[in-house]
């Protein structure tokens, strides 16, 4: 019964370990170390709590697969709605893997021939590794395969340990004084997905749990998965810290890139590849089960089956087709936290946090975490709309037209005089536009006398008293001159940015 038990927890630990761990050390950076721990505290505790809600919900209403239970919930909407983003959602995790595992291969192919390595090449390492290796793998093994996630939790283990052991060794050597940030609020909008993300494992949970049948016992799977959750926290929490705190501000996006070329690095990375290599076929299988109960497949005694039943062909079709485009998107998109932060706000958001408080709530009964759970959810999904809002705000993208026209009744008058050109008095009385004064050459200069200025200005003025004409009663009640303008004709305030 316990190797049952560490054998569920090997492969949950699977499920939830992904290339996120390489980003955290850059959302720590954008966090700061503080906010960004207790955000993976919070986000392992709500993933836990939405993923025992589909775990216990599939057990008590006999369904299999996370299709079925959308379609008792919802009909053929909820059906075609979890489909839907199941593919969305697994086929932008598999594309963030591709994308590693391209900057893995071409890492090591330039150790080998000492050169750089040219975006040609890196198509052709992507393709070669996934029809010769991947592709035989994801047609053979499935997500419950001891030997799949034995290597996969083992390869990225030894990263951590290695990455550990370098931020030490670096920190204790370099005898510099750590700077780093505990709290910062200005980045969280951009990591709030990418830590949605980290801990997502929904449509690959029912394969592993009724691999066998669903004569399982709910509390040693609770306990499974419970420990790989603990787990997986403690391994996030150690490299994204220890990251931030080795590099600090220079993190990258990828924590692959800051790390040193050593002999023990190389071999790292030859281990994390094996790694990313073995867990693809574990994200290709809910792919491929979506596709099957989408095109093919109908159910049997009310459920569908875990593995999918499709026949030779529509199997090694559909598992080529699914490899073929994510590989491409990998070559196409080269950022892993730009794959994880669309999909976690899109059809992650939807998977992972809204369907499931709300199957719960249908099938089961509704709860305070459930509530929670969907709460959050629906604020991911509105996250990217909010983050461009306080992108623009941050930027100052400005109303130049209508802030000009604020700022002129904002000045104060002063007594310091200020001369002006004859090109600037002239934007400001609106007799040139600024494009045009600027093409001509300065003219002489104004005093910000009353008396003078009325007089030189109303002789520029007379070629354009047909226009001024039509606006002569707004003239006649401001006097010569608008009282905006006065005040501004007397401010030392430089008027650049008018012309």
Not at 87 to 114: K, R, S, Y
Not at 198 to 224: I, M, N, R, W, Y
């Amino acid at each position: 019964m316990a190797l049952t038990g560490l054998r569920k927890t090997v492969n949950f630990m699977n499920s939830i370990v992904g290339v996120s761990v390489l980003t955290l050390p850059y959302c720590f950076k954008q966090c700061g170390l503080v906010l960004g721990t207790l955000l993976l505290i919070f986000w392992s505790w709500l993933t836990y709590e939405s993923s025992m809600m589909v775990v216990n919900t599939a057990l008590k209403t006999s369904k299999k697969t996370y299709c079925g239970l959308a379609q008792l919930s919802f009909g053929k909407i909820g059906k075609l709605t979890s489909e839907i983003c199941i593919l969305g959602f697994m086929m932008g995790v598999c594309t963030a893997f591709h994308v590693v595992m391209g900057d893995l291969a071409v890492h090591l192919l330039q150790g080998l021939i000492g050169e750089e390595v040219t975006q040609n090449q890196r198509v052709l390492l992507i393709f070669a590794i996934g029809w010769l290796v991947v592709l035989p793998l994801s047609l053979t093994l499935t997500s419950d395969s001891i030997l799949l996630s034995t290597t996969a939790v083992v390869g990225f283990t030894c990263f951590m340990v290695v990455t550990l052991f370098h931020c030490c060794h670096r920190l204790l050597s370099s005898g510099q004084e750590v700077q780093v940030r505990f709290w910062i609020s200005d980045g969280l909008l951009e990591c709030l997905p990418i830590y949605g993300t980290a801990f997502s494992c929904h449509p690959q949970l029912l394969p592993v749990v009724c691999v066998k049948g669903l004569d399982v016992s709910e509390q040693h799977t609770t306990h499974a998965i419970k420990h790989a959750f603990a787990a997986t926290l403690v391994f996030y929490t150690l490299v994204g810290s220890c990251g931030y705190v080795c590099f600090m501000d220079a993190v990258k996006g990828n924590i692959l890139s800051n790390l040193p070329s050593s002999a023990m690095m190389e071999g790292v990375h030859v281990v994390l590849l094996i790694s990313v290599v073995m867990s693809i076929p574990s994200i290709i299988q809910p792919c491929r089960q979506a596709i099957g109960t989408l095109l093919f497949e109908q159910q049997v005694n009310g459920t569908f089956s875990v593995k999918g039943d499709m026949s030779l062909c529509q199997h090694i079709a559909t598992t080529s087709i699914l490899l073929f485009l994510t590989m491409t998107a990998g070559i196409l998109v080269q950022d892993v936290e730009t794959v994880l932060g669309v999909v976690g706000t899109t059809t992650g958001a939807i998977i992972c946090y809204i369907f499931p408080s709300l199957m719960q709530s249908k099938l089961r009964k509704g709860t305070v975490s459930g509530k929670i759970v969907l709460t959050v959810g629906i604020s991911l999904l509105i996250t990217p709309v909010y983050a461009n809002i306080a992108r623009v705000s941050k930027e100052g993208i400005k109303l130049e037209p209508m802030r000009k026209v604020l700022s002129l009744f904002e000045l104060k008058a002063t007594t310091q005089p200020t001369l002006w050109t004859e090109n600037t008095v002239r934007i400001l009385m609106n007799e040139q536009t600024p494009n045009t004064a600027l093409n001509e050459e300065k003219g002489t200069e104004y005093s910000t006398s009353d008396a003078g200025l009325h007089d030189d200005t109303h002789q520029k003025r007379t070629p354009q008293r047909n226009q001024s004409e039509i606006n002569a009663s707004s003239e006649n009640t401001l006097g010569p001159y608008p009282t905006p303008l006065r005040f501004l004709l007397k401010t030392p305030r430089n008027m650049s940015s008018f012309t």
